[in-house]
């Protein structure tokens, strides 16, 4: 399998502050990757790395095949983005931003931005001075939604949507994941990210601390367990993985590690296991673990 | 009171923001009176000059229509006021606009204004306080011009009398803001509205001023001029203003009572749904952003012109009356026609080249908002998203310096009866194209090389060659000192003989400074 995105070792310095810190990132085609971290986490710097707009302080840059300083106009040409933050020219209408972006980047469907004016519904015809914020971020991804391009590169795309409009996101993205595009998606909407994308990378402090599958990263978290026995639970204490453990009677409630989960159950069993639930780790407590490390250190 | 609660707090928190900028307002006011007063006292200081000054001006419709009325000449002071009183008023108009547009409408577009609004400020607090703010200002300008007036030996009484009637001036303007405010719910149309005023205001007065004085009446501005400070002192006239104030802001409270907040009376039109053909490129996008001011500093640099040229005819009675000003004109007492039209085709280029640099610095305030990424996203290079919006600088100064010869050769030529004169000079003001091309090279080097030092490189370097053109004589400054400048290096058109070597090597100078600039902006991080 090819990838879209690759870096390795990507270093990024602003004076004294090392933005990106040996970074590698691995996205590969056809995939929507997450790409998750916190404000100041070095998201956005990565991204416009990979636009071209920053040169790279050392390490390797490979976007479709090509190096974005390099070649970037003929690479940038296969892609569309959208910025986490959309500023427009005041005095120029929303659809007239979205004409000129489509323009700009070879032609426009117009078929498709009618259609995906509808479905966000937005007014065209305002100035873009007297849109909202989340009327703003809709130019934004209309713009890069009427491209083909093969890669979309979307940085917080859907901060300031509603609901409704979030859950028409997150359609318009199964629709291009279902065409073999390439997405990669930076947020922290940890829901958005489960729902839509198939790997996922953590960056922390300009480095990336986690990458793979969901599935691949759930076995590195812990499983919650609440459980009630028969027989009194004993040598519950002593078994190793275990935290934030309070037993009331027979009845206790603990996290586990998952790599340690088989161990516990068997043990449960033995004691005659009169109910159980087990909640897999959801995304947000795998953000949190690493985060929580991070702000004490 | 309960609907101005808040408001003092306001007033100090306006001021704090206002901080940085009004000190320049101030002292731009003050450099406009205290340079005027030392340069007529030096030229006309004697009762003999301004006799020989009121014979060549009386009658002289062109002249008043710029400057002020005739009684005025009486004395000294009051030949300073008739030079400068019009414009400082346009000045104090334009700081009291900007004041209370920046802290009611635009606040209430950005929303910021809803977070003031949430906390127990009531809903008169922001306009109200952004009146007190602007009178505070505008004692301040009452201040500073008072004491550029006296301190450079003008009466006392009189310099008190013109600094409360250019503060006069400025509550009109505020509180015809304050009801604009209401009406338009496009911050930029409030401004437009107000400019137009305030235009129409200077118009009114020079009608007054050439014939019916009805007319001056009727303008904020005539009021003030209408106080004849040093010729004879009439204080009733600043009662106008207090009045006009006073109903205006009246009718805004009335106004803002039956609007809901963000709305105006006359909401924002809607706008195209799609681009039009010609939105399209770099170029396109370039023109769209600086189409209004090319069009608006092509407009003001045609007028300027016309004004400048209506003078050329008369210059040379002018200077056989005031032998003193020959020492002021490049070619002196000899060529006077062709001399003065040389330095004020230089003005014009100057003013056209600022207007170019400010289109320019344009394309760095869209790297640094954020707006240029999106478009570099797409497969448009760094060079050619620069180049679009240069290109449409460089075209738009072209049209701008080309006008203001025609406004010259215009109104020159309907004085002397020859038509041709229009295109002669319009084709005499594209000699000073090259020098302005380098301005706007400049700032394009600094962008490339030098972005956070960018807007000081380029208004340094602007503000230098102002300096050159139009104080090196009278200050003598070392001719070393000049040859940075490139409009020293061109021919003084009409004055000297244009040969094509000079145009050549600045153009040439100015695409190679260019290239340079392109080069830095290619190879360095964008946005930062």
Redesign the interface.
């Known amino acids: 399998m090819t990838s879209a995105i690759s870096l390795t070792g990507l270093v990024k310095t602003f004076g004294t502050t090392r933005a990106l810190d040996e970074l590698d990132l691995d996205v590969r085609t056809g995939e929507v990757h997450g790409f998750l971290g916190p404000n100041g986490s070095g998201k956005t710097t990565t991204i416009r790395v990979l636009l071209g707009l920053l040169r790279a302080d050392a390490g390797t840059v490979r976007l479709l095949g090509g190096d974005p300083w390099a070649d970037g106009v003929a690479l940038r040409a296969r892609l569309a983005y959208v910025p986490g933050d959309v500023t427009l020219w005041p005095a120029i209408t929303g659809g007239e931003v979205i004409d000129l972006m489509a323009r700009l980047r070879g032609g426009l469907d117009r078929r498709r931005r009618d259609d995906l004016l509808e479905r966000f519904d937005l007014d065209p015809r305002k100035k873009a001075s007297t849109y909202s914020k989340g009327n703003r971020q809709k130019v934004g991804l209309i713009a890069a939604l009427t491209s083909d391009a093969e890669l979309l590169l979307l940085d917080e795309p859907t901060s300031g949507l509603d609901p409704l409009m979030e859950a028409e996101f997150q359609r318009c993205i199964e629709e291009v994941k279902a065409e073999g595009r390439t997405v990669l998606l930076s947020s922290h909407i940890l829901a958005e990210v489960e729902a839509l994308c198939d790997r996922v990378s953590i960056i922390r402090l300009g480095r990336i601390v986690e990458s793979g599958t969901l599935t691949e990263l759930r076995h590195l978290t812990r499983t919650s367990i609440s459980v009630e026995t028969f027989r009194p639970l004993d040598g519950i204490t002593g078994l190793t993985g275990i935290h934030d453990l309070t037993v009331d009677g027979r009845h206790a409630v603990f996290d586990v590690d998952t790599a340690h989960l088989d161990e516990a159950v068997r043990h449960l069993s033995g004691l005659g296991v009169r109910s159980l639930t087990s909640t897999p780790p959801t995304l947000e407590e795998l953000f949190l673990r690493h985060y929580d490390g991070a702000d004490k250190s | 009171m309960t609907t101005t609660a808040g408001a003092g707090i306001l007033v100090r928190f306006m001021l704090r923001q206002e901080r940085r900028g009004l000190p320049w307002w101030l002292i731009g006011s003050g450099l406009l009176v205290g340079y005027q007063s030392v340069g007529s006292q030096d030229l006309y200081g004697t009762p003999e000059a301004l006799a020989k000054l009121r014979a060549t001006m009386t009658g002289n419709a062109a002249l008043l229509a710029m400057s002020g009325p005739e009684r005025l000449l009486d004395t000294i002071g009051g030949e300073v006021v008739f030079e400068i009183f019009g414009f400082l008023a346009i000045l104090v108009g334009l700081m009291n606009m900007f004041l209370v547009g920046r802290h009611t409408r635009t606040d209430e577009?950005t929303g910021r204004g809803e977070l003031i609004r949430s906390t127990r400020t009531g809903r008169h607090a922001p306009l109200v306080a952004a009146l007190c703010v602007a009178g505070i200002a505008d004692l301040a300008v009452a201040i500073v011009v008072f004491g550029a007036a006296a301190g450079t030996g003008l009466p006392v009484a009189g310099s008190v009398l013109l600094g409360a009637a250019a503060a006069g001036a400025g509550i009109a303007f505020a509180a015809m803001t304050a009801v604009a405010v209401q009406v338009f719910e496009?911050p930029?149309s409030v401004y437009g509205a107000v400019g137009i005023a305030i235009g129409t205001a200077f118009v009114l007065r020079a009608a007054g001023d050439i014939g019916n004085p009805v007319w001056s009446w009727l303008s904020p501005i005539g009021w003030g001029q209408r106080t004849f400070p040093y010729a004879g002192d009439r204080w009733w006239p600043l009662v106008l203003p207090l009045a006009a104030g006073a109903v205006l802001v009246r009718v805004a409270l009335i106004l803002l009572d039956r609007r809901d907040f963000g709305d105006g009376l006359l909401p924002?039109r809607?706008?195209?749904?799609?681009?039009?053909w010609a939105?399209?490129?770099?170029i396109?996008?370039g023109w769209?952003?600086q189409r209004?001011s090319i069009i608006g500093w092509t407009a003001g640099l045609l007028v300027l012109g016309i004004a400048y040229g209506s003078f050329a005819d008369s210059v040379e009675e002018y200077v056989a009356d005031n032998p003193e000003i020959a020492q002021y004109l490049p070619g002196g007492a000899a060529e006077v026609v062709n001399s003065y039209l040389a330095l004020v085709i230089l003005i014009s280029a100057l003013l056209a080249g600022a207007s170019a640099v400010a289109g320019a610095m344009r394309a760095r305030h869209e790297e640094t908002?954020?707006?240029a990424?999106?478009?570099?996203?797409?497969?448009?290079?760094r060079r050619a998203w620069l180049g679009g919006h240069v290109t449409v600088t460089l075209a738009g100064s072209a049209v701008a310096v080309a006008a203001a010869g025609l406004g010259h050769g215009l109104a020159y030529g309907i004085a002397i009866s020859d038509p041709a004169q229009a295109l002669r000079l319009a084709g005499v003001a594209l000699v000073q194209l090259p020098a302005v091309w380098l301005l706007v090279a400049v700032a394009v080097l600094a962008i490339g090389w030098l972005p956070r030092a960018a807007a000081s490189v380029a208004w340094t370097f602007v503000g230098y060659c102002a300096v050159v053109a139009m104080f090196a004589d009278s200050f003598n400054l070392p001719d070393w000192s000049r040859q940075a400048s490139p409009f020293v290096h061109l021919p003084q058109a009409p004055l000297d003989t244009v040969t094509a070597p000079p145009l050549l090597i600045m153009s040439a100078l100015a695409a190679a400074v260019l290239t340079a600039g392109f080069a830095g902006l290619a190879?360095?991080?964008?946005?930062?």
């Open positions: 577009e496009n930029r924002y809607p706008g195209r749904a799609t681009a039009s939105l399209r490129s770099p396109g996008l769209r952003l209004g908002s954020g707006r990424e999106p478009v570099l996203a797409t497969r448009v290079s190879r360095r991080d964008f946005g930062y």
